[in-house]
């Protein structure tokens, strides 16, 4: 899966000329914390509410509020934009854009072919359109974990178990614990009940447990 199958393509921006007042009524109206600032349909920087909110009543404690309504109205996002942002391009993988993300320490990054900004992802994102898809989160059945079991012949054994009691399987994956060098197997289940996955499992010598969701 790739950046440019999960990203959001109905981006908001302003351009850098946006007055500081413009640019705050944009973020109450939307809820945003930041914004793309892109001149034609090049991005040059990204602005965020706590910047502007910085740089305007910094500049102007010592006017009235009429004088500081008018400046805020006259100061631009250029002031407060940020040059520095983090891109990633549409073909880049998820998991690329995932160690990028968590490597900057940011919640979305912008998506740029070129110059020109064609979308965001978020961390929302990837989390609903990829993790949840991944673990089965909000699907319906039960999980069960098979213990040290990770080896493709091991799997291959766990999920002939599971289709001689004729359940079928939602979504499955391991789990590293580096405490103990080993992985386990997590499978979700299409039924609630897996006491028959269990039993036939644990005939094969593996230890399972069924897991809560």
């Known amino acids: 899966m790739i950046v440019s ?7 908001v921006s302003i351009p850098s000329h946006t007055s500081l007042a413009e640019a705050r009524r944009i973020f109450d109206i939307h809820g945003f914390r930041r914004l793309p600032v892109v001149d034609g349909e090049k991005l040059i920087g990204v602005v965020s509410k706590d910047a502007i909110d910085k740089t ?4 102007l404690t010592t006017f009235s509020i009429h004088e500081m309504s008018y400046l805020l109205s006259k100061i631009t996002v250029q002031e407060a934009m940020r040059k520095e942002v983090v891109t990633v391009p549409p073909y880049a993988t998820v998991e690329e854009a995932v160690a990028l993300a968590q490597r900057e320490k940011v919640g979305s990054l912008l998506v740029v072919e070129g110059h020109k900004l064609i979308g965001i992802v978020t961390t929302n994102d990837f989390f609903y359109k990829v993790m949840n898809h991944i673990m089965g989160i909000g699907k319906p059945g039960s999980r069960i974990v098979i213990r040290d079991c990770y080896k493709g012949s091991d799997v291959v054994k766990v999920i002939s178990a599971i289709n001689r009691t004729g359940l079928g399987i939602t979504t499955l994956f391991t789990i590293e614990l580096p405490d103990v060098q080993k992985h386990d197997l997590v499978v979700h289940l299409d039924e609630d009940n897996c006491a028959l996955a269990i039993a036939e499992i644990q005939k094969s010598g593996y230890k399972v447990s069924e897991r809560s969701r």
């Open 56 to 59: 305007g009543p910094s500049q």
């Open 5 to 11: 199958d999960v990203m959001s393509t109905d981006v």
